[in-house]
C-alpha cells in the first residue's frame, strides 16, 4: 500500500491564486456582428437587463472590447462558450 | 427577392429569378468553415478549447446551415423559402457564418466605410452586396422572427 503524502504548501498556493482571482470575459468589436444582436446576446447570456447590455454592446462597438463580466474561471470560460456559439468574438483574461 | 413576415411570427422569401435562389444557396458556401477553430485562437492554452468546445461548436455550426440547406431543397419547389420562428435562431447563425467568411476573404470593414464604385473586381463587389443581402435578412430576422 502506497503512503498517502499531505499537500505541498505550495500547491495550495497555486490553487488559491487558480480560484480566487477573478477572470474578465471581454467581448471584441467586430464589423458583421449587429448591434441589437450583440445586445440581445448579452441579454441572454448574462441576465443584463435592455440598458445595461445596450451600455455594454456600445463600449464594445466604440471601444473596441468591453468586459461584460467577472468571476471565476470556470464560469468565465462557460460564457465565452456561450458568445462563440452566438458568433461572437469574446476572450477571458485575469482581472487586472 | 421579396421578405416579408408571416402570420405565424416567421419569415418568408420569394425569390424571383435564378440570380435570388444563387444568392441564397450562397449562403453555406460563403460560410467560414474555420470559425470555431478561428474562435479558439481567441483563448488560452489552458482552456484546451480547440479540444473540448470546438467539436461542439463545429456540429453547432453546421446544424445551422443544414436548416438552411434543407430550407432551400423544400423552397425549390414551391418556389418560396420559410423560415418558421422555430429556425430563425438557425437562420440568422448561417447568415452570420457567411458574411463572417466573406469577411474574412474581402475584409470589407463596417458598411459604412465601403464604397460600393471603388471595388473594381465584379467578384468582389457581388461578394459585397450578397454580405449586405444577408446582413439586410438578419435585421428582419431580429425585428420580426427572433424573440427578445
Known amino acids: 500500500m502506497k503512503a498517502v503524502t499531505a499537500p505541498t504548501r505550495k500547491s495550495e498556493t497555486r490553487t488559491e491564486e487558480k480560484t480566487d482571482r477573478p477572470w474578465d470575459v471581454i467581448v471584441l468589436d467586430d464589423p458583421v456582428n449587429l448591434m441589437e444582436y450583440v445586445a440581445r446576446v448579452l441579454m441572454r447570456v448574462f441576465g443584463h437587463s435592455r440598458e445595461k447590455a445596450e451600455e455594454l454592446m456600445m463600449a464594445v462597438h466604440q471601444q473596441g472590447k468591453a468586459i461584460v463580466w467577472s468571476g471565476g474561471r470556470e464560469k468565465a470560460e462557460m460564457y465565452v462558450q456561450q458568445l462563440h456559439s452566438a458568433q461572437l468574438h469574446a476572450t477571458l483574461q485575469k482581472a487586472s | ?148
Do not use: C
Not at chain 2, 427577392?1 to 441564397?24: A, F, I, Q, R, S
Not at chain 2, 457564418?97 to 469577411?103: D, H, I, M, N
Open chain 2, 1 to 148: 427577392m421579396t421578405v416579408m413576415p408571416t402570420v405565424e411570427g416567421g419569415l418568408k422569401l420569394v425569390p424571383e429569378d435564378d440570380d435570388d435562389w444563387n444568392v441564397l444557396s450562397a449562403i453555406a458556401l460563403d460560410a467560414d468553415e474555420e470559425i470555431a477553430k478561428r474562435f479558439s485562437g481567441l483563448m488560452d492554452e489552458e482552456s484546451m478549447w480547440e479540444d473540448i468546445v470546438v467539436p461542439d461548436l463545429e456540429t453547432h455550426f453546421s446544424k445551422q446551415l443544414e436548416v438552411v440547406i434543407e430550407a432551400l431543397k423544400a423552397g425549390r419547389d414551391s418556389g418560396e423559402v420559410i423560415i418558421s420562428p422555430g429556425e430563425s435562431e438557425e437562420w440568422y447563425g448561417a447568415l452570420n457564418q457567411a458574411r463572417l467568411g466573406l469577411e474574412r476573404i474581402y475584409q470589407f470593414g463596417p458598411d459604412e466605410k465601403v464604397v460600393l464604385e471603388e471595388i473594381s473586381s465584379l467578384s468582389e463587389r457581388s461578394a459585397y452586396r450578397r454580405g449586405r443581402f444577408y446582413s439586410a435578412v438578419q435585421a428582419v430576422l431580429i425585428e420580426y422572427a427572433m424573440p427578445d
